[in-house]
């Protein structure tokens, strides 16, 4: 559908260019936010693209900024689209955008981090957004928690940060990160965004990742376990899994696990540290209820 067939979206391509919206609103990208502003809408209508059909249930949009990626997801199909910003000026300048789209558009003013996605509207869910590079780590693992709430997430990271995510064992970039995405989704790289599309540009170049959710786990394994197991052995990726594990159960836990002590942690599968992180279970090493996936 195009904007001249709904009265709506012909409403949305016809407000001010996005830095007119910036500049009548003051919001110049703070760096403490991790603020840089896509102003070509056809790079956020990629995108928006890329994230598969967005008619149904409900698009999670984190930091929309001025609205340019979330001005995409309008126009590229969202009936249900939640926006969440923190940044207060962006929640003034995007008042002409959330009346424009009558009822399309919810926006929050809080912290993504401190959201429940499941709150946020019905299945399916997607989360669609152009992270902070500051947070976007933490953010993204704690949505792991959530993930049997989501469809899938199209995120935009810093190149670096998406090399980890589809890192395969024995590669430079394969570390913690890489494994409890890979246990709990398919990762795909989509494109690259080089500096100059942003506004002001980073120094790094970006990429949009897609993760899509696991039916189930790729191993069996409790999430606390496996990010102890993952954070020691990768804490000194350098050694041995018997010395960075050492403190954990070294050889004695690794021969159960089947896993060579002598291995170091970039070689191993992630079936391999789901193995230790069950048999360290076994073993009584982690009391509590854990963190159930």
């Not at 500049?23 to 990208?29: D, E, M, V």
């Not at 409900?58 to 990626?69: A, C, H, M, Q």
């Not at 199209?154 to 394969?174: C, I």
Request: charged share 20%; hydrophobic share 45%; glycine share 8%.
């Amino acid at each position: 559908m195009t904007a001249a067939d709904d009265p709506t979206l012909e409403r949305i391509a016809s407000l001010p260019p996005l830095r007119a919206v910036i500049a009548a609103h003051q919001l110049s990208a703070r760096k403490q936010l991790g603020q840089n502003f896509l102003l070509d809408l056809n790079l956020p209508r990629r995108i928006a693209r890329a994230a598969g059909r967005l008619d149904q249930g409900t698009v999670i949009e984190i930091g929309p900024g001025p609205g340019g990626l979330t001005r995409a997801l309008l126009m590229e199909g969202a009936r249900h689209l939640v926006a969440i910003e923190k940044d207060a000026r962006a929640v003034g300048a995007l008042a002409e955008l959330v009346a424009a789209a009558e009822g399309l558009l919810t926006l929050r003013h809080g912290d993504a981090s401190a959201l429940t996605l499941v709150d946020l509207g019905p299945p399916p869910r997607r989360v669609v957004a152009n992270l902070p590079y500051n947070i976007a780590t933490h953010l993204l693992i704690g949505w792991l928690g959530q993930i049997a709430h989501l469809d899938t997430m199209t995120l935009m990271f810093q190149r670096e940060v998406a090399d980890r995510l589809v890192a395969a064992p024995g590669s430079a970039a394969y570390g913690r990160l890489s494994v409890l995405v890979t246990w709990l989704t398919k990762a795909e790289r989509l494109f690259d965004v080089p500096a100059s599309a942003f506004t002001p540009p980073p120094k790094v170049t970006s990429t949009v990742v897609r993760l899509t959710p696991r039916a189930q786990p790729l191993a069996p394994a409790r999430r606390e376990t496996l990010e102890r197991v993952t954070a020691a052995a990768f804490g000194q990726r350098r050694k041995m899994l018997r010395a960075s594990l050492r403190h954990l159960g070294g050889d004695r836990l690794l021969d159960r696990a089947a896993v060579a002590p002598s291995a170091r942690p970039e070689t191993l599968t992630v079936e391999d540290f789901c193995r230790i992180a069950q048999v360290l279970d076994d073993e009584g090493r982690v009391n509590g209820p854990g963190a159930a996936v």
